[in-house]
């Protein structure tokens, strides 16, 4: 379901759906993240020992409301932190060695992941992004400079 290799996914224990405040009371103090210390209610997702938390909540946050009634939006949404977070797990479990900055190395991993998952979830969109690309945003752009044409006026300059 999550289209990942399983040799991934190997030592990951749990992975925890929760809220801000619930992990407020779980896990009092503030971890690295990054070259930031966080308190882990107020971030998306959390790495732990084996464990990944997502905080809903604050996933979808900065997110309209409305925007998240697609399915494929909010899976996205998701996908983003679920993947960062697998990342982190995979750096730890398969490439232990030092790199300078752990959230780049999440990122890379997110990004192959996600791509991954995204191209065989929902194939179809790719064919709806391409025809618009092509037939219907040249249209679109056409319109709207022509629109614009019309709204600009000349003013005479100085004699």
């Known amino acids: 379901m999550l289209h990942i290799p399983e040799k991934y996914l190997e030592g990951i224990k749990r992975i925890v759906l929760t809220n801000s405040a619930s992990l407020r009371s779980s896990y009092r103090g ?4 990054g070259d930031r210390r966080v308190r882990p209610g107020d971030s998306r997702g959390m790495y732990l020992k084996g464990h990944i938390f997502l905080v809903l909540d ?3 946050r900065e997110y309209p409301e ?3 009634l697609l399915p494929s939006i909010k899976t996205y949404v998701i996908g983003e932190v679920l993947y960062h977070e697998v990342g982190h ?11 300078d ?8 991993w997110k990004e192959k992941l996600l791509t991954a998952f995204l191209s065989k979830r929902y ?3 790719a064919v709806v992004v391409r025809l618009y690309a092509k037939l219907i945003h040249p ?21």
């Open 30 to 33: 503030k971890y690295w993240s």
């Open 58 to 60: 604050q996933i979808f």
């Open 66 to 68: 409305v925007l998240l």
């Open 89 to 99: 797990h995979i750096h730890k479990r398969e490439q232990p060695g030092y790199r």
């Open 101 to 108: 900055n752990k959230e780049v190395v999440a990122d890379e």
């Open 123 to 125: 194939w179809y969109l």
């Open 139 to 159: 249209v679109v752009l056409k319109l709207t400079r022509g629109s614009k044409e019309k709204n600009v006026q000349c003013e005479p300059g100085p004699a």
